[in-house]
């Protein structure tokens, strides 16, 4: 099991950057693949990102495709988020998510770990 810790929301103008983190425990995370998701209030929860075990090959939703940047660092078992020209409508409770599988999943049943969230505000 990998138990995950988000961290890095926060308030932040349109067109400003943020930085998430998600730090998670055990020894084995190089054995996950990992995904950001997010859940704006009455919407449900949808995908933004996921990378691969090692981190070489990632996967973006359309929305965010050339804003943000996922990455993870291993040796620090963490899994990063960098967003940048944020707008208001990125404004939601961002997850981190870890799996066991084979390949990289946009789909949410697929993670069964999950973080408790990091909320993030755009303001306009």
């Known amino acids: 099991q990998v138990q995950l810790v988000e961290s890095g929301g926060g308030l932040v103008q349109a067109g400003g950057s943020l930085r998430l983190s998600c730090a998670a425990s055990?020894?084995?995370?190089?054995?996950?693949?990992s995904g950001w998701f997010r859940q704006a209030p009455g919407k449900e929860r949808e995908f933004v990102a996921a990378t691969s075990r090692t981190g070489g090959s990632t996967n973006y939703a359309d929305s965010v495709k050339g804003r943000f940047t996922i990455s993870r660092d291993n040796a620090k078992n963490t899994v990063y988020l960098q967003m940048n020209s944020l707008k208001p409508e990125d404004t939601a409770v961002y997850y981190c998510?870890?799996?066991?599988?084979?390949?990289?999943?946009?789909?949410?049943?697929?993670?069964?770990?999950w973080g408790q969230g990091t909320q993030v505000t755009v303001s306009s």
């Open positions: 998510a870890a799996r066991v599988g084979s390949s990289i999943s946009a789909y949410t049943d697929s993670y069964p770990y």
């Open positions: 055990g020894r084995t995370f190089s054995s996950y693949y």
